[in-house]
């Protein structure tokens, strides 16, 4: 299967706390994408993460690529209210046509 | 910066109704996109378009869907009699290449229907 899990689906925190959202699949990708949608927007691309085990800071933001490339993780330090909205990974489709397979997103909230 | 753009932002239109939704992609970029959000659910692939026709559909896509490309520069979907369950954002997508490329995202059309 082609499809991507996302945890939590929902966050809320406070400002200045950390945290963490994963995303799962049971089938192995050639690399993974991170965007973020704030409301009333398009998604826009954070991070592409290709090797397995690789590590790309983007500011406050971390992002890991598994070992065996199933999984991903999105790590935010000390969060602002401005890191509010819906994060979502997405992985390129089987065939060859730049089709992108998103999760179904985890929002989060920070609160100030 | 070059950007995606689509008009309406926002379309209400009656059951049974043809919408057309607009997207100006970003001018050098190759390959096109349409996706859609339902409220509350995932960003779902409809239909991806290099060079003059369609080289991959979803299942969403049937036959009330069609998309094209009419003057080099728009980029349109075209839903031919609206059905409740169309209601959603529609999003276009651009990229510059095929594969190994990012793609950007218009702000969405938000399409209600009647």
């Known amino acids: 299967t082609q499809l991507l899990e996302q945890s939590p689906q929902f966050l809320s925190i406070q400002e200045g706390e950390n945290l963490t959202v994963y995303c799962n699949s049971s089938?192995?990708?050639?690399?993974l994408q991170w965007y973020r949608q704030e409301p009333g927007e398009g998604p826009v691309l954070l991070v592409t993460?290709?090797?397995?085990?690789e590590v790309k800071k983007l500011k406050r933001l971390t992002f890991q690529f598994g070992d065996a490339r199933k999984d991903s993780s999105l790590h935010i330090t000390a969060a602002q209210p401005g890191d509010t909205g819906l994060y979502l990974c997405?992985?390129?489709?089987?065939?060859?046509?730049?089709?992108?397979?998103f999760g179904q997103g985890t929002t989060l909230q920070v609160k100030p | 910066e070059p950007e995606v753009t689509q008009t309406p932002s926002h379309q209400v239109t009656q059951m049974g109704q043809e919408v057309i939704l607009r997207c100006v992609p970003i001018?050098?970029?190759?390959?096109f996109y349409w996706y859609r959000q339902i409220l509350g659910q995932k960003v779902e692939f409809l239909v991806s378009?290099?060079?003059?026709?369609?080289?991959?559909k979803s299942e969403i896509f049937d036959d009330q869907f069609s998309v094209e490309r009419p003057d080099g520069s728009n980029f349109t979907l075209k839903i031919r009699s609206t059905k409740l369950e169309d209601s959603a954002m529609y999003f276009c997508?651009?990229?510059?290449?095929?594969?190994?490329?990012?793609?950007?995202f218009g702000q969405g059309t938000r399409l209600t229907v009647v």
């Open positions: 997508a651009s990229t510059y290449r095929e594969m190994n490329t990012e793609a950007f």
């Open positions: 089938s192995v990708f050639s690399s």
């Open positions: 993460v290709v090797t397995g085990g």
């Open positions: 997405a992985r390129r489709g089987s065939s060859n046509t730049g089709k992108l397979i």
């Open positions: 001018s050098n970029h190759l390959y």
């Open positions: 378009f290099y060079n003059n026709e369609i080289s991959e």
